[in-house]
């Protein structure tokens, strides 16, 4: 077995180069947004009619974009390797790729759920509008956690990571939490890559840790490259 299982933990930069906005700029604006309007519970209840559009607007644009190159290199790892990947992104573009295990921590824009009971979750790809209902009479929101709610994937998250061989960490930062935290699992001396253009750790943070400091469609496949060619 030896090094056979990988887990790829992503974030926002996983799909930026596919034109999907990243979770949010610089300002901490999310599409001109404030993030607590649009993704909190309490926006919800204010005004459930922008949070309902703002996830319409994300949902159609996802019928615009493609994986990029960094997306369908962890697909064709899958021939070598047990592959994991644990995404922040609620996009579908993993899935796209061609990639079979992926668990996303921060839910789905093509699945909704029951305002009422969160485990019942429908897969959704049109707009969803208020009077969209479950078969109770209860409002359907997105299959989103929003800032304020749990994250009920993290458990599985936290034992998928602790059984790595090699972990690939591409387009998150490592000072957010939860790919932050799900480091801490995997055992000490785990080889670790970390790709991103703009890479806020150092070396010296993890003993076997390698920093790719460039893009998912360019870091990745090189990644995988030199992966297989170790086999």
């Known amino acids: 077995m030896g090094q056979n299982r990988i887990v790829v933990l992503t974030g926002a930069g996983m799909s930026a180069e596919s034109g ?10 999310w599409e001109g947004h404030d993030v607590m309007e649009v993704a909190s519970p309490q926006g919800f209840a204010k005004n459930p009619e ?11 644009q996802l019928k615009e974009v493609q994986p990029n190159a960094g997306h369908l290199a962890l697909a064709q790892l899958e021939t070598h ?13 993993h899935e796209k790729a061609g990639s079979s295990n992926v668990l996303h921590l921060h839910g789905e824009l093509l699945k909704v759920r029951s305002t009422k009971n969160e485990n019942h979750v429908l897969d959704w790809t049109e707009d969803l509008v208020l009077g969209d209902m479950d078969e109770n009479g209860h409002q359907l929101r997105p299959h989103i956690v929003w800032f ?3 994250v009920p994937l ?10 790595a061989d090699i972990l690939v960490i591409i387009g998150t930062s490592m000072q957010v939490y939860p790919a932050a935290s ?8 785990t080889p670790m890559y970390f790709i991103d253009p703009r890479p806020n750790i150092a070396k010296s943070d993890f003993l076997d840790l390698t920093i790719i400091p460039d893009t ?7 990644l995988v490259q030199k992966l ?3 086999l």
């Open 50 to 60: 922008l949070v309902l559009e703002f996830y319409n607007q994300r949902r159609r």
């Open 216 to 222: 998912a469609a360019n870091g990745v496949p090189a």
């Open 228 to 230: 297989v060619a170790e």
């Open 182 to 189: 799900l480091v801490n699992y995997t055992s000490s001396g």
């Open 148 to 150: 304020g709610e749990m």
């Open 20 to 29: 999907l906005k990243t979770f949010r700029d610089a300002n901490g604006l």
């Open 154 to 163: 993290l458990g599985p998250a936290i034992e998928i990571t602790s059984n």
């Open 81 to 93: 390797f047990d592959v994991r990947i644990i995404t922040q992104n609620v996009d579908n573009l």
